[in-house]
């Protein structure tokens, strides 16, 4: 078989490959709902070369690769519905260079987000992105990922500047410069950012870097009414106020948080807020808004400017997921997402609220307003088919509801094994586009095959 | 010939294509050094379905296709070395639409930068991204253009939302969609935006648009010398100022810009600043920056508060080529474009400067240094061999000095013809990457040949 001659090709790593039964069903699991084969065989590489070595050998045998981060993926794309090699990369979780004066970090792709911003604190800068699970970044990078910071700081598109990957045949390439711009030549690096691991192995990153933010001021706040919450963030977002988080909660996600952290923000469709800037910019950022929530009719505005309530409140809104999960006991969730543009907002929820109220399961609904992206996380009860089926049909028509309000399928969580039946209808032709780019750089279809195109 | 029998294909553009000699040498031209033999005909399309039409029939006869749209290109991208058919895109310059609520606009590539924020003028919104030239869209999208707004705005890759393409065999492709975000599948609109044409033939864009600032201020402040004013670029830029524009002039620049323009800015290394925001806002801005000044020796800080002073001092800026052009009489320009991190920028202009004088040629240098990006305009005698071949050796200096430093041979102006050369030493392995996506999707090799890639 060929996973046998890949083994002997692979001996030079010695026990970091392995065919262990417990490794291979741990990397056979996912955060979704999604199911596949385990895979063949797992490698724990150290580096960019014994990557390389790597992949050449899978080549060679005609074995499939897959990328494993943190194995937070909502959509399945760790999973090897094909078998195969999954290239584990937690061990090779190192911040390689730090340019302070040019504000970017070169770090190796399995560390995880919340021990890069540990080990960045000192220098007075912080990397933004934060889709809320404790991702690896290069999970975070394949996915495109986004969170509740990217309306002020973007998404991992705009906070990459280049990587170090290995394609199928063991070709190790580097994308981007060290310059904050070039034209020089097509952009590889944007190309590689969201390619789900079906374009190669990403084995460094270059992050964009930000100034830690002199004054930092958090707050909720509660509206009457969805369409009130969500009005005021389009407002607030045309007015040009540069929120630095603007997150959605609403009612049942609200009394989720409430039970879960021990809080009692009024059960009502709430925004919650943070803002960064000078302490005279912070402040007239919170006078600001303040000012068009009251046109919206606001309920109360609940300011968390010491560093602990701010703290209390995210770990609270990072804590939504499994609080959600804990408010129907034993429940299991499907978890969708889709972004469509501001404008359309309010109804793309309220359409989705109505369509879940008449569903027989709950799916409290929350998300990263400031973008037009949102989540409902479906919980069902785990072997209900019936459930499974309704939750599926839910998250079908949220995508294509997204679709026909000019919007996308994922804002942020990726296509995976997930919304591959989504993708000609939102790409058309284009998505023919994306399976010639892959089957030019991969042209035996063995990087993480069954995720992103049409194969 | 293959061309004559693509006329009678394209015989239902009527009068809107030709081969008459006078059109034909218009688009032979180009801002550059960089001559070519003219194309073998000019079509002016007037929808997406006459572009299609028109490559199915270039695909079909075999002839190269290559977008022409204002002819400010500084690198050669609009000619046509292999000659074939030139489409010319100035009949395509409409704004299809303003969506205000979702600030983007739709609009044709032939529409040139200074016309369309005159369009939306009324709306409250503006597209920030200035190369200095009264460029089209769509040329800046293919060179993924920037200028002096790129530090607090972006370039065109962070400003075009999605691209309606006509790829070489006819078909129409839409990229992105209209949600601010999206993480379905490969970013393809930022594959096509800076790939200058030679995947396909852009024929809308989907721009994203940016809140006219409330109060705006610009300021003239000169420096001892260039490292003072460079590094108090540095600090300004790590500080987290977020400042609009950041100019760098040298001594020369500023001797030619106070000649052509009557204007007597001192004749010291002086940065041009634009402040963008709320009025207390600015103000702050303005003391900050101010503060940093100081400390890096500023010898004035002018400010330029009234909007006519603001604009006399952006066209004093915008009109610094032809006034460089101007300062040696009868001369012609090589215009060189490098970025490098912005740590190394003070090494990067200094060496440049000593290089420029130990050469037999001036050499003026300016940049959007807030980028790391700056250009030397290389001022030589037409004909004269020995001073072109000078300017050209300068140039590739600079473009290896900014490699060597860790930068791009180009920040804005893109590869064109004129800086192929230096795509392997950049990119290495990955330039052959392109070249796979290249043929992927231009399996002929007919959208304009000869630029960007290796064929």
């Not at 190790?172 to 079906?198: C, M, N, Q, W």
């Not at 309704?390 to 942020?412: C, D, F, P």
Request: with cysteine; charged share 20%; proline share 5%.
């Amino acid at each position: 078989m060929a996973i046998d001659g890949l083994m002997d090709d692979l001996a030079f790593l010695g026990e970091r490959v392995t065919r262990a039964r417990p490794v291979l069903e741990h990397h056979g699991q996912s955060e979704s709902h999604i199911h596949s084969r385990l895979p063949d065989a797992v490698a724990f590489p150290l580096t960019t070369e014994e990557v390389a070595r790597i992949a050449a050998a899978c080549t060679a045998h005609g074995v499939a690769m897959t990328g494993w981060g943190a194995g937070t993926s909502l959509e399945g794309h760790a999973l090897t519905p094909r078998g195969g090699l999954t290239v584990d990369f937690s061990r090779m979780d190192k911040v390689l260079d730090v340019r302070a004066d040019d504000m970017f970090a070169i770090v190796q792709p399995g560390i995880l987000r919340e021990r890069l911003n540990e080990e960045l604190r000192a220098t007075g800068l912080f990397f933004p992105v934060d889709p809320g699970a404790n991702a690896s970044l290069g999970g975070m990078a394949m996915t495109r990922a986004s969170g509740t910071t990217a309306v002020r700081y973007g998404t991992m598109r705009d906070n990459v500047l280049g990587v170090t990957a290995v394609l199928a045949d063991g070709t190790i390439i580097h994308t981007g410069s060290r310059a904050p711009k070039s034209s020089a030549g097509y952009d590889l690096t944007g190309l590689f950012v969201g390619s789900e691991g079906t374009l190669g192995l990403v084995t460094e990153l270059t992050l964009r870097l930000h100034g830690q933010p002199e004054a930092v001021s958090a707050a909720t706040c509660g509206f009457p009414g969805m369409e009130a919450a969500v009005n005021c963030v389009i407002a607030t977002i045309q007015t040009g106020i540069p929120v630095a988080r603007i997150e959605f909660l609403d009612e049942a996600s609200v009394q989720a948080c409430n039970a879960f952290s021990g809080q009692n923000l009024p059960v009502v469709p709430q925004l919650l807020l943070e803002f960064h800037g000078s302490p005279a910019g912070v402040a007239e950022q919170v006078d600001r808004f303040n000012e068009i929530a009251q046109g919206f009719g606001a309920l109360d505005f609940i300011g968390a400017k010491a560093a602990e309530d701010r703290s209390r409140l995210w770990k609270m809104r990072h804590q939504a997921y499994p609080a959600i999960l804990a408010s129907r006991p034993g429940a299991t969730a499907v978890v969708t997402d889709v972004c469509v543009p501001i404008s359309a907002l309010a109804q793309a929820v309220s359409e989705t609220q109505a369509d879940i109220a008449a569903s027989p399961i709950p799916g409290p609904i929350l998300g990263h307003v400031g973008d037009g992206n949102f989540h409902a996380i479906l919980l069902i009860h785990p072997g209900d088919e019936a459930e499974l089926a309704a939750a599926k049909a839910l998250s079908a028509r949220m995508a294509e509801r997204a679709l026909r309000l000019g919007g996308t399928v994922t804002g942020e969580h990726g296509i995976g094994m997930g919304k591959l039946a989504f993708m000609e209808q939102e790409h058309g032709a284009a998505w023919s586009v994306m399976a010639a780019i892959k089957a030019a750089l991969d042209p035996k279809g063995l990087m993480n095959p069954g995720k992103l195109v049409r194969q």
